[in-house]
Each structure stands twice: as C-alpha cells, then as structure tokens.
C-alpha cells in the first residue's frame, strides 16, 4: 500500500505485516488519550497473518485480512520513515573529550536547585543522558545522602556490597578501591549481568592532597579507535571477555566484549576493569591479536585529552552512566592518626529509571506548557 502525507507530499510504502503488526483495534483496549492506547495489543497477531502470495501463474491470492479495512494504525515516531535512533547508543548522545567540558561547561548543579525546581533537575537527567554524567553541589555531606540523590529519580540497586559502599581507608581491604592508592580508569562491576547501568558517588570528606576524580567518555574514545585504529575495534567488538569476582559473600561472573555494539554496529556499551578480568583462553594467534587491541585500547584511553578532572568537595555527588564513562582516581595521602580521611559514599541505580523520570518532567511540562502554565 503507498500512502501519501499531506503537506509534506511525503510517500511511503506499506508492507501488510507492517500494518498488521501495528494496526490498532478497532476499540481501544486502552482509555483513549492514555499513553498505552497507542501501544497496540495486536502486536501478537502478526503471527496470523498469511505471507503474501508468490506471483505464480495459476495460483489462488491469499486473500486480505479480514477486517484490516478499517483498521488505524500506530503513529511512527518520524512520518518520514526513517530509523529509530537509539538514545542508548552513541547515535543518542552527545561525545566529548575533556576541553569540551571546562569551565561553564561542565555539567553541574546545586542540590537545592536540583530538588526545587524542575527545569534545573531535567538539565541535570538530560546531562546524564546526553553527556553521561552530572555533578551536583551541595548534598549535605552526611551519611546515606547517596541514597536519597538516587531516589529523587530512581531506585536504589542492591548489590552485595549493599545498598551503598564506602570507599575509604580500610585496614583489610578486599577492594583497591579501600586503599589510598591510584585507581585507573574502568567500570564497576562489569563482573555482574546486568552490569549496574547507573552510579552515584557522593564525596563526605576530600583528601588534604590527592584523591582527584578522573572521567573519561568510553563511547568518544571508542568512536576514536574506530577511526585510527579499525582493526583493534573489530577485535575488541567480537571478543568476549570474562570478568569475575569473589569474596566470602560473593562469586560473580559475566561475559562480555569490551565494547558492545548493537546489531547495527553501533557503540552501546564499554567495560573495562583490569582487577577483575580474568586470563583469554583462546589459541595463541587470536589471544595475540585480543591483547595487541585491549592494549592499543588501554593507551587510548589513558591518552589526557580525553580524561576530565574533577576535585570532589564534601558535598559533591556524581551521577554517571557506568556503561558509558570510565572513572578513575588519583592516590592520595592519608594523614596520621586516621582522622579526616578521604570519605566517598556511592551506590547503583538503573538508567531507564533516570529516563524515565526525564520523560515524565518533559511530559509534565508540555502539558504546563499546553495549559499555559509556567
Ligand atoms: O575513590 C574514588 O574516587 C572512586 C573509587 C571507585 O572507583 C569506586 O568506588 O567505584
Ligand atoms: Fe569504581
């Protein structure tokens, strides 16, 4: 069926399992207006619907569908037709490297503002979004206040470091991140499945000297590695990896490339983690070629340009995309005695979540808008 769009003069075709699989019924199941009504329940009946009939001489058409008359049909996102961008994907985001994020720039906010006012918290959720990270100002410096920053958008992920860590000095440390030592730029636990897409970390006491934040956008440099480096990419795009971790508590395992594409090939999620990667068991020549690209990735990754240094203040908290950006750590000094040692509280939460409530305060200001409110 070729369909014509008045005024753009826009033609599209039509193939019937297209408009069967997304053909409304002829009386909402939903309450007309709500969001679901355009979401079509008919969506299992595509099965039912007979392939066309091959163009051969002397054979019976399949006969149409009865009733596809008069059915309606699910609005597309884009009347042109054109591909869904995937807003997880790199297609959806906005890439950086450090000098784009100086100054005015960088992607930050009171807590105050972020709690009161709408638009500042939707900036703060688009920034997450878009550039993969936000920093807000001003959270009390208390314990737990991790906790509420990710309930302002979200639920908290449980995982078996609890609802949250802390990242300080410990004697026993069963983690660097409980040391003062440099920490590299990776992802946290790439070791789980699903890996935890979202991490909040909150800064109650800063180091005297050292402990800077370091950000890096995974997604720009593996853009870059694409570009420079095509062969490493196709390696690292294609190579599964094992990630585990174990404890008393715990043993976790995930395989996964370092970078995920979707199946259209684009960039969807890295992981990197040189503490919990475990050895490749593969035939020499392809774990040459798997080492050969993880390196040349490394090294791209530690190039400056592309790391963002922040100092955490107390009452600094990080939101940020723990598929996308890679964080790091610079060693710190820990004074004697113990007493006003570095403090960090962090914890996971789900992006879909964080989208969602983005959509929700878009939603709620169309309609604001819509009413002449505001
Ligand atoms: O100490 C820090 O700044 C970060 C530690 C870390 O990487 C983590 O807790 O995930
Ligand atoms: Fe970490």
């Known amino acids: 069926m070729s369909v014509e769009f008045t005024p753009e003069g826009h033609r599209a075709v039509f193939r019937r399992a297209w408009l069967a699989a997304h053909a409304l019924p ?25 392939r066309p009939a091959a163009a051969t001489a002397g054979e019976t058409p399949v006969p149409e569908p009865s009733g596809s008359a008069a059915a309606s049909f699910v609005p597309g996102p884009d009347a042109g037709g054109g591909p869904d961008a995937d807003p997880r994907t790199e297609d959806g985001k906005r890439l950086w490297c450090a000098a784009d994020l100086a100054g005015d720039a960088l992607p930050s906010a009171d807590w105050a503002a972020y709690l009161a006012d709408d638009a500042a918290r939707e900036a703060c959720l688009d920034a997450v979004a878009m ?41 026993d440390p069963a983690n660097l991140a409980f040391t003062s030592r440099e920490i590299a730029p990776h992802t946290d636990n790439p070791y789980r499945d699903p890996v935890p897409t979202l ?40 190579t599964s990896w094992r990630f585990e971790y174990a404890d ?60 963002l240094t922040l100092r955490l203040a107390p009452g600094d908290c990080l939101i940020f995309d723990n598929t996308r950006l890679l964080h790091a750590r610079s060693a710190f000094a820990v004074p004697e005695g113990g007493t006003g040692e570095r403090h960090l509280q962090g914890c ?3 992006i879909d979540g964080l989208l969602s409530a983005l959509a929700l305060l878009r939603r709620h200001q169309q309609r604001d808008e819509a009413r002449g409110v505001g």
């Open 348 to 350: 996971y939460a789900d």
């Open 26 to 50: 002829p009386a909402p199941a939903f309450p007309p207006g709500s969001a679901n009504a355009a979401r079509s329940p008919w969506l299992a009946g595509l099965a039912g619907v007979p």
């Open 248 to 307: 008393n508590t715990a043993e976790l395992s995930a395989i996964q490339p370092l970078i995920s594409l979707t199946p259209g090939g684009r960039i969807a999620a890295v992981r990197l983690n040189n503490r919990s990667m475990q050895p490749l068991r593969l035939p020499y020549a392809q774990a040459e070629a798997a080492y050969d690209a993880y390196r040349a990735w490394a090294t791209l990754l530690g190039r400056p340009e592309f790391r």
């Open 199 to 238: 991490q909040l970390l909150h800064c109650l006491r800063s180091a005297d000297i050292g402990g800077d934040s370091g950000l890096v956008d995974g997604f720009a440099a593996a853009a870059e590695l694409r570009r420079t480096d095509p062969a490493s990419f196709a390696v690292l795009t294609s």
């Open 131 to 171: 550039l993969g990270f936000v920093l807000l100002h001003g959270v009390d410096p208390e314990p737990d206040m991790v906790l509420r920053v990710a309930e302002t958008f979200g639920y908290v992920r449980e995982t078996n470091y609890g609802r949250l860590f802390d990242v300080r000095v410990v004697a």
